[in-house]
């Protein structure tokens, strides 16, 4: 793809925001912080002359103490129940919009900076309790930093609350398609260059088909470097891929691409060269390949896809039966669709700057993305006329803006088969009709434009 990121570091970043360790680990260490400080200031405090700091410490080590653990109990107990909250809200998420979606409610930042600052709270109070029972001889109590303990449970009132309204938002159907929609959008904006930005030289037709060099003629040698574990291909350093071959004067065809499933022992890249042994060690260039157990939305924009997809799927079967939100994702697929008729798609070969083809890859076509989006849900949606309708409407939108004859190819093939699927349905003539009419719309703007 055209991602000339460090991989490592993209891949590393995924984890992190997906995880919710990363963001209360950080908020405990903040309260750790903030305890010594609190400290700190009061050994400061408590020496002043200043009477509108002496009001602060005008209490005992033991009411402190009882003060700081009833707040310190409460956030554990809150703590506890929040988590119970989250992993009902996963639960109901992948029960009912599908198990992919949970990466979704995990990197959701509202929900790790509620679970953090109940953490980061409690741990504040412990070490502040710990503080009071050394200070207890010296008759010194941290008035500063009790009042902050004090400040920090009122506050968490507000975050619970906070967080059951974030919660009982987050698991509603549109605000979880409108939330995988804007992070499809964001994937395709990263991932597909603006045309001022594509510098590359793109040998793919306008129809996807892509036009390979034959390395095999222009280079003495070749060797297969083979995959050592099976797993599905997460992200390829292209930039790395690029400037390894440049500068070992081969040239590398890159046999998957993101999303695909690689078994041990298949061959995940061919090296081509002239010397008698290859240019590098094998292994450097299978790094730059990443495996990993699960897909991911990095450099895979069809797994993003798929994610709306399978709301759409699981909205439709019987036990859910959800028209309304499978319709949604529909007209998001459908905006997703016509933003992609106007981005270039990265080159499927790339060249050095003396213009020699130094790296091959599997090229990415419209037409591929475009039957990721929609062949499913036109099956599934063979009983459901409001979806089929609205599928119709999308092709008539996808035509409106396509730019490529490999736009409206796409339109004419998903159209024809849903022709083809609902004419041996057991349709009403006005259900008929309303299927039959924006059929011959879309059929007379496709014969409009070829001629």
Not at 217 to 229: K, P, T, V, W
Not at 298 to 308: H, T
Request: proline share 4%; with cysteine.
């Amino acid at each position: 793809m055209s991602v000339h990121m460090n991989t490592r570091i993209i891949t590393l970043w995924e984890t992190i925001r997906t995880s919710f360790w990363f963001v209360p680990s950080i908020m405990a260490l903040i309260a750790i912080g903030l305890s010594q400080a609190g400290l700190a200031f009061d050994r400061f405090g408590a020496d002043s002359e200043l009477e509108i700091l002496a009001d602060f410490y005008q209490t005992t080590p033991e009411s402190a103490r009882a003060l700081l653990t009833t707040i310190a109990t409460s956030m554990i107990t809150v703590t506890s129940i929040a988590f119970s909250i989250t992993v009902v809200a996963l639960t109901l998420a992948s029960s009912q919009f599908g198990p992919r979606l949970i990466r979704n409610f995990m990197m959701d930042t509202g929900t790790q900076c509620v679970l953090g600052f109940f953490l980061s709270t409690f741990i504040y109070c412990l070490l502040i309790i710990q503080a009071t029972k050394s200070f207890e001889q010296q008759e010194f109590v941290p008035g500063i930093s009790i009042l902050t303990s004090v400040i920090l449970a009122i506050v968490g009132v507000g975050v619970l609350i906070y967080f059951i309204h974030h919660v009982a938002r987050a698991i509603q159907a549109d605000n979880v398609i409108d939330n995988v929609y804007r992070e499809l959008n964001d994937i395709i904006e990263r991932l597909f260059p603006k045309i001022e930005e594509q510098d590359e030289v793109d040998t793919t037709t306008e129809q996807g088909v892509n036009t390979p060099p034959d390395f095999a003629q222009i280079y003495l040698n070749s060797q297969d470097i083979e995959s050592a574990s099976s797993g599905y291909v997460q992200t390829l350093d292209m930039g790395q891929l690029r400037a390894l071959s440049e500068n070992s004067d081969m040239a590398l065809s890159v046999q998957y691409m993101p999303g695909d499933f690689v078994v041990r022992g298949s061959v995940l890249v061919t090296a081509y060269f002239n010397g008698a042994t290859l240019p590098c060690e094998s292994q450097k260039i299978a790094e730059l390949v990443r495996l990993g157990s699960h897909r991911t939305p990095v450099q895979d924009v069809e797994f993003a896809i798929r994610q709306l997809v399978e709301i759409a799927v699981r909205a439709l079967s019987p036990g859910i039966n959800d028209p309304y939100s499978a319709v949604t994702v529909v007209d998001k697929l459908s905006a997703v669709l016509c933003t992609l008729t106007d981005k270039p798609f990265p080159p499927s070969t790339y060249e050095d700057v003396q213009g020699i083809i130094r790296l091959q890859c599997k090229p990415v076509a419209f037409t591929g993305l475009g039957e990721a989006a929609f062949n499913q849900i036109r099956q599934y949606s063979k009983g459901s006329l409001a979806v089929t309708i609205r599928l119709l409407e999308g092709l008539s939108s996808i035509l409106r803006f396509s730019r490529s004859p490999e736009h409206k190819q796409f339109v004419r093939q998903q159209a024809a088969m849903i022709e083809q699927i609902q004419s041996s349905s057991q349709l009403g003539e006005r259900d008929w009709q309303d299927i039959k009419r924006r059929l011959d719309d879309i059929k007379r703007n496709l014969d409009s434009d070829n001629n």
